[in-house]
């Protein structure tokens, strides 16, 4: 028997004020233990259905459920909860550069921390947990380091640490790869599939690079003017089959891309 979605999205509609609808008919869902492409070009949507997960987009109409929490008018104290159960990467790193690499990865625990760790200090737990976890993704060396110091890609590592501090039921990563070099790509991705399958942590990953996205994914979403058109088991798909989701006019751009990461 399939577990039940942590994330259960359908017919979202997402619209600012009284603008355009800039999602339309939304359906996801993510299950326990799988990474998912959320591919698109600039524009269809992609950052806003990352942000109608966690609370930061209007949901207009249809329904949003974030493990087991229903989005829609959700209480400030109840949103606060889900937002703490789930994990962000972004293509900036968000890190506090004159802080330490170690510092960095503890805000990840501020949630639950109590009011000692507000005032500056954590538990010796905490710091442990910090640098097994930076042990995990591979710069536990770099622990005393300010974060500034670090190449793009360990700093990406970083923030995946960080975001797994908050011992996270999902994690959502917005263009984790778009600043770094094929090589680092690869291997940042990686970590999050192997994230997603050893942990059992489901995780949303958007993507403009296709070969990417067929790598190392285990299914695909791809929005197009705000709606899916394309849905499936990421074996089940080609860079032919996915390119429907793109503009005529940056076809090419697309293909290179593909290229430059193959």
Do not use: C, W
């Not at 011992?167 to 917005?174: E, F, K, N, Q, T």
């Not at 599939?193 to 791809?222: K, N, T």
């Amino acid at each position: 028997m399939t577990a039940p979605a942590l994330v259960s999205v359908r017919g979202l509609r997402v619209a600012y004020g009284d603008g355009p609808l800039v999602l339309d008919g939304v359906d996801l869902d993510l299950h326990t233990g799988e990474m998912v492409a959320l591919l698109g070009s600039s524009g269809s949507g992609k950052s806003t259905l990352m942000r109608s997960l966690t609370g930061f987009a209007p949901i207009s109409g249809g329904s949003v459920h974030v493990v087991g929490h229903d989005m829609t008018n959700l209480p400030r104290r109840r949103l606060r909860t889900v937002r703490a159960s789930v994990g962000q990467v972004f293509q900036q790193f968000n890190l506090v550069g004159r802080l330490s690499v170690l510092t960095n990865v503890l805000t990840g625990a501020l949630h639950d921390a109590g009011p000692i760790n507000l005032a500056g200090g954590f538990s010796s737990a905490h710091r442990r947990r910090a640098m097994e976890l930076l042990d995990r993704v591979g710069i536990a060396h770099k622990a005393t380091d300010q974060a500034r110091s670090l190449s793009g890609g360990q700093q990406q590592r970083v923030a995946i640490a960080r975001a797994l501090m908050q011992r996270p039921r999902i994690v959502l990563a917005d263009e984790p790869v778009a600043s770094l070099d094929p090589r680092m790509s690869h291997a940042v991705l990686g970590l999050l599939r192997e994230i997603a399958h050893d942990d059992g942590i489901p995780v949303l990953v958007s993507l403009h690079v296709l070969a990417l996205a067929l790598e190392h994914s285990d299914r695909v979403v791809g929005l197009r003017h705000g709606q899916v058109l394309v849905s499936a088991p990421t074996a089940q798909l080609d860079a032919a089959t996915l390119n429907v989701l793109y503009d005529h006019e940056n076809d090419n751009e697309e293909a290179t891309r593909v290229d430059d990461h193959a």
